[in-house]
């Protein structure tokens, strides 16, 4: 079925007409809350006629502070139900997250850099500094003990050929 489109002054009427009723539902909200409100008050609230004595006066001093008393019991009571609401929400809401699953972290791989790569990368291209550490050093030649060896032991010719060869890899 093909869906037909409506017209600019349905839309407008069917709005207007929407925005209608909700006005009239808030209306009567407001009403039924300024009804219980004085209801509230009739009840709790009675008129104060102005006492004429002091001893009236005491007594009405004396209604107050226990009207006080019974409303600061109520909120006292109410504020420790709140709190333990919240400890058990907090507490509710570590649960589900346990039964979630802790949040998978990506795994950080290691980067190998060299110290010439970490320069250009803090400091640009532009402010290269190549480093060649091993042009500087001085090649160390090992202390050989001179021992009584044999003019034909072959381990000696194979140690000096090793020394050579070493040598030829690191220059």
Request: aromatic share 2%; glycine share 2%; charged share 45%.
């Amino acid at each position: 079925m093909s869906e037909k489109k409506m017209s600019s002054s349905r839309k407008h009427h069917l709005k207007s007409l929407m925005l209608s009723i909700a006005k009239g539902l808030l209306e009567e909200e407001e009403r039924e809350r300024e009804e219980e409100r004085e209801r509230y008050m009739e009840e709790n609230c009675p008129p104060v006629s102005m006492p004429r004595s002091m001893q009236e006066l005491q007594e009405l001093c004396r209604q107050i502070h226990h009207k006080i008393e019974v409303i600061d019991e109520e909120r006292y009571d109410l504020d420790l139900k709140v709190n333990k609401s919240n400890k058990e929400i907090d507490d509710l809401k570590i649960k589900v997250q346990d039964l979630m699953g802790k949040f998978k972290k990506p795994v950080l791989r290691k980067v190998r850099m060299s110290a010439d790569a970490m320069l250009k990368a803090l400091l640009g291209s532009k402010h290269t500094v190549n480093m060649d550490l091993r042009a500087n050093l001085k090649q160390v030649k090992k202390e050989v003990k001179e021992e009584a060896i044999d003019a034909g032991d072959w381990r000696k010719n194979v140690e000096d050929k090793a020394d050579r060869k070493k040598m030829f890899e690191t220059t």
